[in-house]
């Protein structure tokens, strides 16, 4: 039986890099079978967490309505989550963190729609040549996971690529299709 396979994407680039691993992860993926929704974060409204606590009040994860609400039903979805993001001072887009910020309402006690997500991926990708600034990235994300208990299957950290395009050249669209179909 195929997963339900949430792919969030954090670059406000199109076609950049880290879109490019997306696009390779979801590939081999679907060549297993499985169910991908994709949801670009960078191009929609997401306003960060105003920590109101009137997640769920009216009948819906956030209370404000923005671009969250297109991606909570997907969240609801997903038995597997990939972020895909690129490396940006130490850490997630701004665009992807939004969107994680705002996955506050499913860790609230009167959540009425509990997520079933059991496992996740990170995918990412930097313009510097040394893996330690992946460090950050890779920490936080490895927190996430480890605090809403699911299992770490995969990181894939790619360094030396800026220019669109550049990642073609590194194995890294490869790996990043096995991934997808590794799951």
Known sequence: MGKNILVITGSPRKHGNSSMLADAFIKGALKMGHTVNRFDSAF???GGCRACDACWSKGTACFYEDGFSELAPMLEEADVIVFVSPLYWFGMSAQLKAAI???YAYDKPDCSNAL???ESLLLTCAAEKDTAV???IIGTY???ANYLNW???GVLAVP???KIGEITHTGALEKAELLGSSL
């Open 151 to 153: 299992s770490d299957a």
């Open 116 to 118: 079933k997500i059991k």
């Open 44 to 46: 929609k409204a997401i």
């Open 101 to 103: 910020d705002k996955m």
């Open 142 to 144: 490895r927190g996430i």
């Open 160 to 162: 030396s690529v800026y």
């Open 134 to 136: 992946f460090d950050g």
